[in-house]
């Protein structure tokens, strides 16, 4: 039994944060980038659970900034009819002074978000904070396009964060929508019509895209034949705590055999147990780079 849980715990010890890589806990876009950490240090101090992971508002807002330096926050939208014919009408006053060959154009919806979004981590939730610009033009055919209106948007985002298998997983909701335009009121209460319709094309359009690619998640690495379960996240101030109880989903000596090192041949010198460890397990570099 003793020579079996030291065996145990040396396959736990290859799997440790410092193994795997120097954790920062940040994305990055390219290897060079480095965004300045300004996020609360987090303190655990539950003891219900036997693993604990806490994760700032640090690690969240960089991998914000990773996708937004990838080019992610420019969208291209298909018009609806329904909400063709509003948008038609509500800048009729600028599409009746146009030529008349290109009235009837296709209207064109262009979201492009200014600055990566703001995660804000409280013990009352998470949300997310977002800021772009709407663009709304008629394309006519072999002409350049005509833009009728740029207006701002600022929308607020809520995030559950749960941990799904061996995963970190965000589910996003959009709470808070609203459109105005900078160049004056009179034009933001103009639009004040198009609130409601701009804010449903963007829950069936938009919501569904980045919740398919949250629900990827994060992994969190463990040794295979263990689990996380009565997983438990809790909201801090500037970050997150997610508890876990560890669960073998294989035999104990099935986990042991299968990594326990070959016995070396009385010709040959025996080899060092960490490195036969070591070279047993195999990594895939993560589909999200995580520092």
């Avoid at 990055?28 to 300004?38: H, I, M």
């Avoid at 969240?60 to 900034?65: C, E």
């Avoid at 009352?124 to 904070?129: A, N, Q």
């Amino acid at each position: 039994h003793y020579a079996g849980l030291v065996q145990l715990n040396s396959l736990l010890g290859t799997v440790s944060g410092e193994s795997l890589c120097a954790a920062q806990g940040m994305f990055y876009y390219r290897w060079n980038e480095t965004l300045v950490n300004q996020a609360v240090a987090p303190v655990i101090k539950e003891m219900e659970r036997m693993v604990y992971v806490a994760f700032s508002e640090y690690f969240f807002n960089s991998a914000m900034d990773a996708y937004y330096r990838a080019g992610d926050g420019c969208v291209l939208f298909q018009v609806p009819k329904d909400l063709e014919v509003l948008l038609r009408a509500s800048f009729l006053g600028s599409i009746i002074m146009l030529s008349p060959a290109v009235v009837d154009a296709p209207l064109k919806l262009v979201l492009q978000v200014l600055a990566p979004p703001l995660w804000t981590i409280k013990p009352s939730g998470t949300s997310v904070s977002v800021v772009a610009v709407l663009n709304i033009s008629l394309v006519p055919v072999n002409h350049p396009a005509i833009q009728l209106s740029s207006m701002t948007m600022d929308a607020k985002l809520s995030a559950k964060v749960s941990l799904r298998g061996k995963a970190l997983q965000v589910q996003l909701d959009l709470r808070r929508f609203r459109i105005y335009s900078k160049q004056s009121a009179l034009e933001s209460l103009a639009l004040f019509p198009l609130q409601t319709p701009l804010k449903t094309l963007l829950q069936l359009t938009i919501m569904p895209i980045l919740n398919e690619r949250t629900k990827k998640g994060v992994p969190i690495p463990l040794p295979e034949g263990m689990d996380f379960t009565k997983e438990v996240v809790t909201s801090h101030m500037g970050f997150i705590t997610v508890g876990a109880d560890l669960h073998f989903s294989k035999g104990l000596r099935e986990v042991i055999e299968k990594y326990q090192p070959a016995q070396p041949s009385p010709a040959t010198a025996p080899p060092d147990s960490n490195s036969s460890l070591l070279s047993s397990f195999k990594t895939t570099e993560p589909q999200a780079s995580l520092s």
